[in-house]
């Protein structure tokens, strides 16, 4: 069995697949923390966890043409000036379950919890690819990342990003080998892991194993046969993915956690949480709630940390507290955020739904009882 080496897991977490491991942390834990603990992170794993020794671990960097490539062991990493940045990680296929209510999709039935966010530490990407002698001057270039984990057939899990946004210093890219202070866990890529800040999840490769940079993007499954958006009408006869561009950046997305749907809240007053997040660091300028379905809205207060413009990794908590009217039976729940390009979230799922059940950012709807 080669998941008997797989660690140990949180109780608490909603499995959507023991071999290999995903799952999600209840909506209520989600939102109780705006740093999310280790062991409740979401988990989302395509293959065995790899034991990787941090003693003999090392990193290949394929060094550019007149340049050197690197190996480079843990204290190596750690000889790079070190940055920390708090970032929410978001899977491409976060509340598919909705989109499986409009029509049938391939994929895990996550609901709103593939999605949580860590203060992570670590070298910066673009320093290392200096040392191997890498410059910006092959603009349409891609950086290919291979993981430790492999497929029976020794294949490894593998992405990419373009190139300029890996030799951005803004853009903070980070080979983190540190999670909330403690070494990454075994579930989220230990010893050393891609963060790429505002970018979907499929990207920042765990237990990172080889770093290229090539001319075009990785030829990995999960580069170019997934993590693709494609229009409603687009079936598994029809689809053609290379005519699609791999996800990088996601839309602008929020969700309620509190309370939850078919729950029977006190009447008198009720108190709404949830999360807004947005890709590309765009900041969340404002969540709208509404009681009535969509009629009326309020604005929600926003927590958690003040975003920096263009750099807003990490997302925002928000709350708000409504007096129930007397008389009121049920509630329908709404929530859409705003980011600061004013792109927000559309109204329903089936104009979005597409094959593979990514990109789901509907409002967010739930309805619920009011105790007599
Ligand atoms: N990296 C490797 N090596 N193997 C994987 O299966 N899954 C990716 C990404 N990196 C994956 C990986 C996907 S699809 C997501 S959403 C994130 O890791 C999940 O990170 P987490 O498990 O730390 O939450
Ligand atoms: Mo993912």
């Known amino acids: 069995d080669p998941y008997a080496n797989d660690p140990v897991r949180h109780p608490a977490l909603k499995v959507n697949s023991q071999r290999p491991f995903n799952a999600e942390p209840p909506p209520e834990l989600l939102t109780e923390n705006y740093i999310t603990p280790n062991p409740i992170f979401f988990t989302r794993n395509h293959l065995p966890v790899p034991n990787v020794d941090p003693d003999t671990y090392r990193l290949h960097v394929v060094g550019a043409p007149g340049g050197q490539s690197l190996s480079l062991s843990l204290d190596d990493l750690h000889k790079f000036p070190k940055y920390e940045i708090t970032v929410t990680l978001q899977?491409?296929?976060?509340?598919?379950?909705?989109?499986?209510?409009?029509?049938?999709?391939?994929?895990?039935?996550?609901?709103?919890?593939?999605?949580?966010?860590?203060?992570w530490g670590g070298a910066r990407l673009c320093d290392v690819l200096a040392q191997a002698g890498h410059q910006l001057c092959e603009t349409e270039a891609h950086v290919c990342f291979e993981g430790l984990d492999s497929d029976p057939t020794g294949t490894a899990y593998g992405a990419s990003i373009p190139l300029a946004r890996?030799?951005?210093?803004?853009?903070?890219?980070?080979?983190?080998?540190?999670?909330?202070?403690?070494?990454?866990?075994?579930?989220?890529?230990?010893?050393?892991?891609?963060?790429?800040?505002?970018?979907?999840?499929?990207?920042?490769?765990?237990?990172?194993?080889?770093?290229?940079?090539?001319?075009?993007?990785?030829?990995?499954?999960?580069?170019?046969?997934?993590?693709?958006?494609?229009?409603?009408?687009?079936?598994?006869?029809?689809?053609?993915?290379?005519?699609?561009?791999?996800?990088?950046?996601?839309?602008?997305?929020?969700?309620?956690?509190?309370?939850?749907d078919g729950e029977t809240v006190e009447s008198g007053e009720v108190t709404i949480r949830g999360y807004a997040w947005s890709g590309g660091g765009r900041a969340v300028i404002r969540v709208d709630?509404?009681?009535?379905?969509?009629?009326?809205?309020?604005?929600?207060?926003?927590?958690?940390?003040?975003?920096?413009?263009?750099?807003?990794?990490?997302?925002?908590?928000?709350?708000?507290?409504?007096?129930?009217?007397?008389?009121?039976?049920?509630?329908?729940?709404?929530?859409?955020?705003?980011?600061?390009?004013?792109?927000?979230?559309?109204?329903?799922?089936?104009?979005?739904?597409?094959?593979?059940?990514?990109?789901?950012?509907?409002?967010?709807?739930?309805?619920?009882?009011?105790?007599p």
């Open 289 to 371: 709630v509404s009681l009535d379905g969509g009629l009326t809205w309020q604005v929600a207060e926003l927590d958690g940390e003040e975003q920096r413009p263009r750099k807003a990794w990490a997302w925002r908590l928000w709350q708000l507290q409504v007096p129930v009217p007397a008389g009121q039976k049920e509630l329908n729940i709404v929530c859409k955020a705003v980011d600061d390009g004013y792109n927000v979230q559309p109204d329903t799922v089936a104009p979005i739904w597409n094959l593979r059940g990514v990109l789901s950012n509907a409002w967010h709807r739930v309805h619920v009882h009011v105790a």
């Open 91 to 119: 899977c491409a296929g976060n509340r598919r379950s909705e989109m499986t209510q409009v029509k049938e999709v391939k994929g895990l039935e996550w609901r709103t919890g593939a999605i949580s966010t860590a203060h």
């Open 166 to 260: 890996a030799m951005d210093p803004e853009a903070e890219v980070l080979l983190a080998y540190e999670m909330n202070g403690q070494p990454l866990p075994r579930d989220h890529g230990f010893p050393v892991r891609v963060v790429v800040p505002g970018v979907v999840g499929a990207r920042h490769v765990k237990w990172l194993g080889r770093v290229s940079v090539q001319p075009e993007e990785s030829y990995s499954h999960w580069q170019r046969r997934d993590y693709k958006g494609f229009s409603p009408s687009v079936d598994w006869d029809t689809v053609d993915f290379d005519s699609a561009p791999s996800i990088q950046e996601l839309p602008v997305q929020s969700a309620i956690t509190e309370p939850q």
